[in-house]
Nanobody, 118 residues
C-alpha cells in the first residue's frame, strides 16, 4: 500500500516562501508521475505542478516562475518550493502519485494547509 505524507504547510505572509515535502513509503521512481494539487472550499482540486519519471515538469499558469517542483530519489521525497506567495495560493495542498496502465491509479496524501495572509 502506497503512503504519501505531506509536510511543510503553514501560515506565511504575502511575498513569503514555503517548501512542501511529500515522503513516499516506497521508491518514487516507481511512479509514472508525481505532482502537487491544491483545493479550496467549494472548488475542484487543481493541478499545481507535476514531474514525470523522465524529469519533465508541468506547472499551472498561475504558479509559473514562482513555484518549483523537484524530487530526491534517494530520500523518496517530492518537494514543492513556493516563492512569492499570494493570498490566492491559500489552499490545502495534496501530494499525488500516478501510474498509467489499463486504468489510471492515483495515490493521495492527506493534505497540508497553506495559508497566505498578513
Amino acid at each position: 500500500q502506497v503512503q504519501l505524507v505531506e509536510s511543510g504547510g503553514g501560515l506565511v505572509q504575502p511575498g513569503g516562501s514555503l517548501r512542501l515535502s511529500c515522503a513516499a513509503s516506497g521508491s518514487i521512481f516507481s511512479f509514472d508521475t508525481m505532482g502537487w494539487y491544491r483545493q479550496t472550499p467549494g472548488k475542484q482540486r487543481e493541478l499545481v505542478a507535476a514531474l514525470n519519471r523522465g524529469g519533465t515538469t508541468n506547472y499551472a499558469d498561475s504558479v509559473k516562475g514562482r513555484f518549483t517542483i523537484s524530487r530526491d530519489n534517494a530520500k523518496n521525497t517530492l518537494y514543492l518550493q513556493m516563492n512569492s506567495l499570494q493570498p490566492e495560493d491559500t489552499a490545502v495542498y495534496y501530494c499525488n502519485a500516478r501510474n498509467y496502465g489499463i486504468t489510471v491509479h492515483d495515490y493521495w496524501g492527506q493534505g497540508t494547509q497553506v495559508t497566505v495572509s498578513s
